[in-house]
């Protein structure tokens, strides 16, 4: 009997918890630390796009750093990923999304896998994403993080990205993320007709501008935006 008894009560507590998403909060702890991070990082600064501001509510972060580092993913700040890269600042993942205005169905280019999350922000807006790497082990780890998250689609291949990806070419958008002394010319002939770079330009280890380049027919034009600061872009001896 008592089993009869317990049966009616527990099943709406069941459904309840289904209608009210339960299982995916519980599947994902993280949502509402994302929530805040768009919030108080990304929003309050005046990144406005909404399919950029939805692409950060929804990519889990926090599977995008080692481990113990975990705790902090959500933080206001870079974090290191190994082999002394960092994954950048949310706001800057933001601000550089926003700056190429990606949509669906776009053919986007980064340089610089890293942990792979800005290539799984871009994705998650629904472009189709070709990331280059320099460091084989961040390549794979990055590559292993996205089909984690569920971005396997994104394709990633380890090599020098000054030369950028000449056989997936050309992108709707190409997205820099590791500064560069002056903008590679590989990466502006992969621009199609109207499109746009993102490049973080300067001297390594100091302040370098993040610059927005766009191509016009066989005019190209840049406009210095922020001061940031990158990793350097490295390049393999050929
Ligand atoms: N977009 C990354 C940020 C990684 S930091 C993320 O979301 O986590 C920059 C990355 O650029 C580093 O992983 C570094 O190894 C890589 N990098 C540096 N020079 C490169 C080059 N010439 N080609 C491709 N990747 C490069």
């Known amino acids: 009997m008592p089993v009869a008894a317990w049966a009616p009560r527990l099943l709406p507590v069941a459904l309840l918890a ?8 519980a599947a994902d702890p ?4 994302r929530e805040r991070m768009v919030k108080e990082q990304i929003e309050s600064r005046g990144v406005d796009d909404p399919a950029t501001l939805a692409a950060l509510r929804t990519v889990p972060r926090h599977l995008f750093v080692p481990e113990e580092r975990r705790r902090a993913a959500y933080d206001d700040r870079p974090l290191p990923i190994g082999f002394g890269q960092t994954i950048s600042q949310p706001f800057i993942v933001a601000y550089m999304t926003q700056l190429v205005q990606p949509r669906a169905g776009m053919r986007v280019l980064e340089v610089g896998t890293g942990s792979g999350y800005q290539a799984a922000v871009l994705a998650a807006i ?7 790497e320099i460091v084989e082990g961040l390549a794979a780890w990055g590559a292993q993080n996205l089909r984690t ?26 997205v820099v993320t590791a500064a560069a002394d002056h903008i590679p010319p590989p990466l502006i002939t992969q621009l199609k007709d109207g499109a746009r770079m993102v490049i973080p330009v300067g001297s390594p280890f100091r302040t370098q501008t993040l610059m927005l380049v766009t191509r016009r027919g066989e005019d190209v034009t840049s406009e210095s935006l922020l001061p940031v600061r990158f990793v350097p872009l490295t390049r393999a001896p050929r």
């Not at 009210?20 to 909060?25: C, E, K, S, T, V």
């Open 149 to 174: 998250a569920g971005f396997a689609r994104v394709q990633v291949r380890h090599g020098d990205g000054y030369h950028g990806w000449p056989e997936r070419g050309p992108y709707d958008a190409i």
């Open 30 to 33: 993280y949502v509402r630390e």
């Open 126 to 132: 629904g472009a189709e994403v070709f990331t280059v």
């Open 18 to 25: 289904a209608a009210l998403g339960a299982p995916a909060a």
